[in-house]
T-cell receptor, first 113, second 115 residues
Framework: EDKVVQSPLSLVVHEGDTVTLNCSYE??????LLWYKQEKKAPTFLFML????IEKKSGRLSSILDKKELFSILNITATQTGDSAVYLC?????????????FGTGTRLTVIP | SAVISQKPSRDICQRGTSLTIQCQVD?????MFWYRQQPGQSLTLIAT?????????ESGFVIDKFPISRPNLTFSTLTVSNMSPEDSSIYLC????????????FGQGTRLTVV
């Protein structure tokens, strides 16, 4: 059974801290892995990773994929209160017969001043 | 990226009634999906909205409960029928712009509370 597991489930940090969010997956077919930030209702796209070892970076956020060990991490440096959100990891097997993204349950990050 | 307008943004409904959620995209998109996110849970795909034909439902979801329309490449509706408190969730429309695209964009979501 395909599954995506995120850890930790929740995390509370102080402003300025660095956090690492984890996502491991087991899927029959793999095309890419995506990270989303969900603040209220709608997830907003952060990164798409398709190749191992290539870091994607956007400001204080960065992410990397390990296709051999089947996991990805999302790093946030110098956290701010605006980073408080649920971070969702999803695996995309589409184009291989499947039709949908498989989402993890998310990591709820709370950044306190 | 596609701009997606989803409405209503929230509603409180009586059990036994139905609610139709609309999703309008500012450009033609290849694929449109409907997801549900129950409280404290991740996103679960309800169905793929197919233009001009019946939607493709995932296991555990049926057309009688969640009828879906997609009359063209920019618009879709999801109806939650004969609602019960267990249907209280966030419902999200998602689109993929072009064939082969991986990146999925989401509407603003509809927060439904059934009382």
């Amino acid at each position: 059974e395909d599954k995506v597991v995120q850890s930790p489930l929740s995390l509370v940090v102080h402003e300025g801290d660095t956090v690492t969010l984890n996502c491991s997956y087991e899927v029959t077919n793999f095309r890419s892995l995506l990270w989303y930030k969900q603040e209220k209702k709608a997830p907003t796209f952060l990164f798409m990773l398709t190749s191992s070892g290539i870091e994607k970076k956007s400001g204080r956020l960065s992410s990397i994929l390990d296709k051999k060990e089947l996991f990805s991490i999302l790093n946030i440096t110098a956290t701010q209160t605006g980073d408080s959100a649920v971070y969702l990891c999803a695996v995309d097997p589409r184009g291989t017969g499947a039709n949908n993204l498989f989402f993890g349950t998310g990591t709820r990050l709370t950044v306190i001043p | 990226s596609a701009v997606i307008s989803q409405k209503p943004s929230r509603d409180i409904c009586q059990r036994g009634t139905s609610l139709t959620i609309q999703c309008q995209v500012d450009s033609q998109v290849t694929m449109m999906f409907w997801y549900r996110q129950q409280p404290g849970q991740s996103l679960t795909l309800i169905a793929t909205a197919n233009q001009g034909s019946e939607a493709t439902y995932e296991s555990g979801f049926v057309i009688d409960k969640f009828p879906i329309s997609r009359p063209n490449l920019t618009f879709s509706t999801l109806t939650v029928s004969n609602m019960s408190p267990e249907d209280s969730s966030i419902y999200l429309c998602s689109v993929v712009g072009r064939q082969g695209d991986t990146e999925a964009f989401f509407g603003q979501g509809t927060r439904l509370t059934v009382v």
